[in-house]
């Protein structure tokens, strides 16, 4: 072998070591569908002056027996978050999440808070469409999330069609603690009886990293069937069982939200009966 071919050999080598080394410190984007909050948003909000209380419980009937250190594996866990939320202007909504959760071994842990800032549309700008961004910081154990620290962008596009209620959340999670940016899309359709209730389908998922996708196998995917009852005023409730539809899912999912906005009344001048 000549010595050009021996430098030529050399410099190949060298430069699959530095590929293999840069592969291995490189930050990868975990696969985590939130599991405190399964909820997509359609782009609505709370009236100026109305605050708000959610309740979500989510309990992980039959999952994954096995998560990556420090995770804890989320077969049997259930999933507790307090979201009160205040309606600052007509299209502008601040909020805040409290999230507990109860182990398979019966321990409950405090997991967590999360802040979020909300924009939408108005029915001014259309009365069956609507669009937004949901911005949203929080701190997580690592136990319940690997990142711990992390930023949620939520866009929000959201469209009615006669009694179909149509929206999509294409989220992107970045890691504040270095570990990348993941994509985790969500949608609903829903059938809508106006005033009594609707019915329908959620989808959730995680693909991972924003440049380079996992194998469809190992990326989570999730379809609900859902109901919200729509006949009492100013309360929510959206009932789901949802099923997982990779080996990296998940196999089986319940939840529950209840929801109650308090709008403020207009001031007036007091009437006096005749």
Same mark, same amino acid.
């Given at each position: 072998m000549? &010595?050009?071919? *021996? *430098?030529r050999r050399a410099r190949r080598s060298v430069g699959r070591v530095v590929v293999a080394a840069a592969l291995a410190v490189a930050p990868r984007a975990?696969?985590?569908? %939130?599991?405190?909050e399964i909820q997509v948003y359609d782009g609505t909000a709370n009236p100026a002056g109305g605050a708000g209380l959610e309740l979500h419980v989510n309990d992980v009937a039959r999952g994954l027996t096995a998560a990556p250190a420090p995770e804890l594996a989320p077969n049997h866990q259930a999933h507790f978050t307090l979201e009160p939320s205040y309606g600052v202007t007509p299209n502008w909504e601040l909020g805040g999440y409290l999230q507990g959760a109860l182990r398979? %071994?019966?321990?409950?842990d405090f997991a967590g808070a999360k802040l979020r800032s909300k924009l939408v549309t108005t029915r001014a700008w259309s009365s069956r469409g609507r669009l937004g961004l949901n911005v949203e910081v929080s701190g997580?154990? *690592? &136990?319940?999330?690997? %990142?711990?620290?992390?930023?949620?962008l939520r866009p929000i596009a959201a469209r009615d069609v006669g009694p179909l209620r149509l929206a999509a959340n294409p989220i992107v999670a970045v890691s504040l603690t270095g570990g990348g940016a993941s994509f985790e899309p969500a949608a609903q359709a829903l059938y809508e009886v106006p005033g009594m209730f609707s019915l329908g389908l959620e989808y959730y998922a995680g693909l991972g990293g924003l440049v380079h996708l996992p194998a469809p196998r190992e990326q989570e995917h999730y379809l609900y069937e859902v109901a919200n009852l729509l006949c009492v005023r100013s309360?929510?409730?959206?009932?789901?069982v949802g099923e997982g539809l990779t080996r990296a899912s998940n196999a089986f999912v319940a939840k529950l939200i209840l929801g109650y906005v308090l709008e403020r009344r207009p001031r007036g001048p007091a009437v006096t009966a005749p």
């Open positions: 000549t &010595r050009a071919a *021996r *430098r975990a696969l985590a569908v %939130d599991a405190f398979s %071994d019966g321990a409950f997580v154990p *690592r &136990r319940y999330e690997a %990142d711990g620290w992390s930023l949620e309360f929510e409730l959206n009932v789901g």
